[in-house]
């Protein structure tokens, strides 16, 4: 039951970060790709493969920590239901160029992003 709770906060935590990321993006730029899904969902992905590495080789995280950051917050801050829909509005509407350079950016980027995070804490070593 402590588990379900610590997920639950963490993903509280995600989803109001996710949302001032969306609302910073509207706010900061004028652009028509979804931007703000692209950014929640790349630092998700870092993020994640942080958390995964640094789970493999430290047993500083505890098992309730990793999944409050990792189900919780990550889970509450990535957005591929948003990136789904977004994508497939795109195609409704015709705009072929965003819809594909949306798929390819989030899905490419974002597992370079998971490298990034494990080849980080591949490099800090066993802490």
Known sequence: MRELVWIALGGAAGAVSRYLVTLGC???TTTSFPLATLIVNLTGCFLLGVLAQFGMQSEWLRPTLRLAIGVG???GLTT???FGHETFRA???GQWTLALGNAAANLIIG???VWAGVALVQRWGNV
């Open 26 to 28: 509207q706010r900061w």
């Open 73 to 75: 917050l990550l889970g």
């Open 80 to 82: 591929f239901s948003t």
């Open 91 to 93: 195609i409704e509407k």
């Open 111 to 113: 597992i370079l992003a």
